[in-house]
């Protein structure tokens, strides 16, 4: 009942419905969560990196950039597990940044 991780679980849910890939990199203690937020269809593993935020995002970033069809042209992106209504936004803002370096949403 983590008001969070509940609302980290929709978001995820809408990223994996809109067809998106996500990964997740978790540093909780304990495996049940690891276990509901891959149940969600994103590809979650524990945090391995020595580290915080930084490090998680390090070691998500590694993981998708080695993820099957990623290509020089992909973008790897960052999005706060309570912002749900984002997934809806993403195949536009995306679309839209056809020809740019940086994209913030």
């Known amino acids: ?6 609302a980290a679980t929709e978001t ?17 203690p304990a495996a049940a ?4 937020l891959s ?6 593993s524990e945090q391995k990196a020595v580290g915080k935020k930084g490090a998680a995002l390090r070691e ?9 069809g990623v290509v ?3 973008w790897l992106c960052w999005q706060e597990p309570e912002k749900t ?3 809806r936004h993403w195949a536009t803002a995306l679309d839209a ?9």
Not at 12 to 28: H, I
């Open 85 to 87: 209504d984002m997934a």
């Open 1 to 6: 009942d983590d008001v969070r991780c509940l």
């Open 12 to 28: 995820l849910r809408a990223l994996v419905a809109a067809g998106l890939p996500v990964v997740v990199v978790d540093a909780s």
């Open 72 to 74: 020089a042209e992909t």
């Open 97 to 105: 940044a056809k020809d740019a370096d940086v994209l913030v949403p």
């Open 33 to 36: 969560v690891r276990d509901l």
């Open 39 to 44: 149940a969600t269809g994103a590809i979650v």
């Open 60 to 68: 998500a970033v590694a993981i998708a950039s080695a993820l099957p």
